[in-house]
Each structure stands twice: as C-alpha cells, then as structure tokens.
C-alpha cells in the first residue's frame, strides 16, 4: 500500500444538489502513534482506531475551541476506551482491557454492557457540555448514529473502520431545517451510494478518490481540509496536580521507599521523576487540581 498525499487529513463536503454534508477523515502517522503504546490485541486495537477516527469527525462537526473526549464504560474485558480530539487537530486515545481476548471478538464481546459519553469542554465555558448514550448495537458506527438520532433528530450515517496502518472514516448528516419531499429520497439515494464504501476504501483511498468512486454521478463539492496529528497534553504540571491529589504523607512515603517517586502519562508513556526537593515544592505551591488527573498515574 502507498502512502496517500492525504494522510491525516479530514476532508469536509457537501452536496450541491441535496441538503446533505459530510466528511472523511483518514489518519495514518497519528494512528500508528497511538497504537504503538501499548500492546493492543487485534479487536482492542480495531475499535480504537475507530474511536479515534470518530472523535476527529465529531470534532470538525461541533467546531469548537477546546477539546472533544469519547470515553466507553463497560463491564466486558474492555473495561475504559478513552479518545481526545482538540481543536488545535490533535488526537490521543488508550483502552484498558483485561485477560485474553480473540481475534474474532465482537463489539459487544469486547464490552458486554456500558455507556459512551461525549464531553465536549469549551475554552472560558463553565461547565463541558456532555452526552450518553448505551452501547446498543452492532458496532460503534450505531451507537454514534443512535446519539444523533437521541440528542440531535438529525439523520446522520457513519462507516469506521481500522487496520495496521490507518483508522478512517466517513459521515453523513442531514442538514438541518424544513423536510421537503425530495430530501427523503436524496437523503435515501446517496446512503445507498455510500454504503458500498469499503473497509479498504477507507483506509487506501485519499478523498478525492473515494468520493468520486462513491458519488462520481453527484455534484459534490470540496469544503476545507484539516491537517491532523499525535499529541499530548500531558506535562510535568499535570503529573504534579496528580501526585496532590494522592496527597503529601503518601507521597513522602514513596520517596522514603524508592528514593524518587515516578509517574507516567497513560497516553504518551512519558515518565516524570520527582525527588523529595520537588515533593516539598509541589506541596507548597497553591495551584488547585485540574480535571485531567484521572487519566496519569
């Protein structure tokens, strides 16, 4: 397989001829950052490109300064799955699972029963706005599709997929405003032309010829392009807030034991070191804990 001109971009559409908007994304470079953290079993790893894949759609779509978190719950071996896309247009994501699990395992193998939030944090807002919604169906594409049926009643269709070199995408949603008669049937006619898309497809073909093999008979015309990368917001900052909330006489307790007390970032696998020096300062300093800290140990 080539590489693609287009890796780790996301495309935005629109079609000329129906009230219908949509975007690919394709991540390759980010994909491979992610995945590489951890030993993933085949299914874990499937689903997570996915998760990462969605996030990047679901981040163009709400447009935002701040970041956008898909987190899943659930009580299968995949207990957490945890994906940020920012809208600086970088992306992190982990899973935490348990025991063996086989290469065939199904979604609902993989995560039995649990719920799927969207949080989405608006830079100076208050509160982050957040959504949930249960893992009810097949894959992650319908729960996707049930929350925007849920939250939104805006008729949305999206096809996932990853393999060893990249995790994509592709959305489709309805635009919002009075039904006329032939949205119906323009919505219904080009869900049929998408829904041929391949796993393949989606991973091999850049954007322009992806949607001109899926919709080579309909106006379809490019909006913008988004450039997308591996990032983490971890920092010496936020281990330290992390290393507060365990608190000051555990803390010590480390340090007395092994001499230095270690922490590393769950997403990057970045460790950070901190003496009995750095442990008396952090104590002393006043900064107030921030909400990231369940995602460092």
């Known amino acids: 397989m080539q590489d693609s001109p287009q890796q780790d971009h996301l495309q935005r559409f629109i079609f000329d001829n129906a009230e219908v908007r949509g975007e690919w994304v394709q991540l390759k470079s980010t994909w ?5 953290q951890r030993d993933y079993p085949a299914p874990v790893a499937h689903l997570l490109g996915e998760m990462l894949a969605a996030a990047a759609l679901l981040t163009e779509t709400v447009k935002i300064e701040g970041r956008l978190v898909l987190q899943i719950r659930a ?4 207990s957490m799955m945890m994906v940020e896309c920012t809208s600086d247009h970088t992306l992190r994501g982990l899973a935490n699972w348990q025991g063996e699990i086989a290469d065939t395992a199904s979604f609902s193998e993989l995560l039995g029963d649990g719920t799927l939030a969207i949080t989405i944090e608006v830079v100076g807002a208050k509160q982050p706005y957040q959504g949930i919604v249960s ?14 049926q849920q939250s939104e009643q805006l008729d949305t269709r ?6 060893q070199h990249a995790a994509a995408g592709l959305f489709l949603q309805q635009l919002p405003g009075d039904k006329k008669p032939e ?3 323009n919505w219904s006619r080009i869900n049929q032309l998408a829904s041929t898309v391949t796993p393949q497809e989606l991973c091999e073909l850049d954007a322009i010829n992806l949607l001109h093999r899926l919709f080579h008979q309909e106006p379809v015309r490019l909006l913008t392009t988004t450039m997308l990368e591996f990032a983490c917001t971890c920092s010496r900052e936020r281990v330290g807030e992390t290393i507060r909330m365990l608190g000051e006489a555990e803390a010590n307790d480390i340090i007395e ?3 230095y007390l270690e922490a590393a970032c769950e997403f990057c696998n970045t460790h950070y070191q901190f003496d009995k020096v750095d442990i ?3 104590f002393n300093d006043s900064i107030s804990p921030s909400s990231d800290t369940d995602v460092l140990h």
């Open 32 to 36: 491979q950052e992610v995945s590489k």
């Open 75 to 78: 009580n299968g071996p995949v």
């Open 135 to 148: 893992l009810h169906g097949d894959n992650l594409s319908a729960v996707l599709e049930n929350y925007f």
């Open 158 to 163: 999206i096809w996932l997929t990853a393999d």
């Open 183 to 185: 949205q119906a049937e």
């Open 257 to 259: 034991e092994h001499g």
């Open 280 to 282: 008396a300062q952090l």
